[in-house]
């Protein structure tokens, strides 16, 4: 009888054995499961980088085409305008004037301050309309407009859905020519 306990203890300890593999089998698939998971945020982490660096690009070329697009002009620098001359005041009023001028001096009045430096806007040429007139329609958009051949707000007042489309997808608008209405804005300047 004891040969017959021996036997079943070892199918139970073989029992016990394949419980405990099968189970870790069964909870390492989850392990997968969370791998399965880093590798599908790391795809799409990968993919939002990757959208960044062709929008940076897509810029990039942008600014290249303005850069080659517009002249370079010459900044013009703005001279601060002299303080005005106090005027004489009579002598009666001298005296109550000499006590705010005495405390005048005590504070030390701030230095004038330079005016801005005005940069002109290049001028247009010969043929072409300044299209940041249309709301909406920015200086970036303007060269990439030009780049392709769009010179003059009269071209955009002809433009169809069509074109409105093309021409979003061109310059990446993202609705922006429908949302801002820039063919209505174009006819309403060439009328």
Do not use: C, H
């Not at 405990?20 to 989850?30: A, K, L, R, T």
């Not at 399965?36 to 290249?64: I, P, T």
């Not at 769009?150 to 609705?175: L, S």
């Amino acid at each position: 009888m004891f040969y017959l306990v021996w036997q079943m203890g070892l199918l139970l300890l073989a029992a016990i054995a394949a419980g405990v593999f099968i189970g870790y089998q069964i909870w390492s698939g989850d392990a997968r499961s969370a791998e399965a998971d880093k590798a599908l945020a790391e795809n799409a982490r990968l993919r939002q980088e990757n959208e960044n660096l062709a929008r940076r690009l897509g810029e990039a070329s942008v600014k290249s085409v303005t850069a080659e697009a517009t002249p370079e002009a010459p900044v013009v620098e703005a001279k601060p305008e002299p303080a005005p001359e106090p005027e004489s005041k009579p002598a009666a009023a001298a005296k109550p004037a000499a006590k705010s001028e005495a405390k005048a001096a005590a504070k030390p009045k701030a230095a004038a301050k330079p005016k801005a430096k005005s940069i002109p806007k290049p001028a247009s040429p010969a043929g072409q309309d300044d299209l940041t007139r249309i709301k909406g329609l920015g200086p970036k958009a303007a060269a990439a407009l030009q780049a392709g051949g769009v010179t003059t707000i009269a071209q955009i007042a002809e433009w169809t859905e069509t074109d409105v489309d093309v021409w979003d997808d061109r310059i990446n608008g993202r609705g922006r020519i429908a949302r801002d209405q820039w063919v209505e804005q174009a006819k309403s300047l060439t009328d």
